[in-house]
């Protein structure tokens, strides 16, 4: 099977969500599986965690996989005004700490791999692992004046019509010809339901931490894999001369921005070939 659609996963069970905190706000999550090492899962730009659904149900069986909804996302609170990367990093040590996790294996799809910096950079001693899902593929990668105004204008766009904004940057730029046309359906009517506000604000300091990005890789406590998309090529100049403990790139072919789900057979493959190599 090539591909799980968000149709199919809106159907699979999930238990009652779990809750932590971060300032008053709630963030919801779901833990299965027991083991010492634990491999938490960070969705991206206005998705939620069902997206990791195909992992969780084949990683579970050998370890602890904690999955969770950043806030403004999924069953997670809204009640904030701080849509910085730093404060999803806040989200994700709320439930590191209230579940004390350990031998932490971190995975970040997409702006969740910003977010992923930004928690390890709280937590590097309990951190093993970072494993980074079709990103940082222009690490330190200065815009140019052209590029900062087209952004610009996107960005304000956003603000007066988001739904079909939206749907039109998804359809164009995250999805390849033979991405099946159902899970793109799925995914972009998912993506248009986003709070407006909250998606337009994550999406501008998620271009605006570029710089601090690169320090965090640079302070980064291990290596970092990436499990990448070819559809557009991975900038490793950066990569070589920013991260000290080096990076792993792992590839699943020319997929769309979502390979957790289009192919989730290859992308559990080549996360176990990262595990393994621990």
Known sequence: ?????????????????QT?????????YQTEGQSDTTLLFIHGWTINQSYWQPQVEHFKKKYQVVTLDLAGHGKSGDERDDWTMEAFGND???????????????IGHSMGGSVMLEAVNQVPERIIAMVGVD?????????TPKQQKEIEMFLGMMQTNYAEVVDGYARNMLFTPESDSV????????????????????????????????????????????????????????????LKHGYEILSVGKTSHYPMIEV?????TQLEEVLHSL
């Open 183 to 242: 899970m793109v359906d799925s995914v972009v009517q998912y993506m248009r339901s986003a709070d407006p506000v909250m998606a337009r604000n994550s999406l501008k300091h998620s271009i605006e931490a570029s710089e601090r990005e690169v320090q965090l890789l640079q302070d980064a406590p291990t290596k970092l894999y990436l499990i990448q998309s070819d559809a557009l090529p991975t900038q490793e100049k950066s990569l070589k001369k920013i």
């Open 1 to 17: 099977m090539r591909y799980i659609t968000l149709t199919l996963l809106s159907f699979v069970h999930w238990s009652v969500a």
């Open 92 to 106: 994700v040590v709320a439930v590191i700490k209230k579940l004390d996790l350990q031998n932490i294996v971190i």
């Open 20 to 28: 932590a905190e971060h300032n008053g706000v709630r963030i919801a």
């Open 264 to 268: 989730p057979e290859l992308f559990n």
């Open 135 to 143: 990103n940082f593929k222009e690490v330190g990668t200065t815009l």
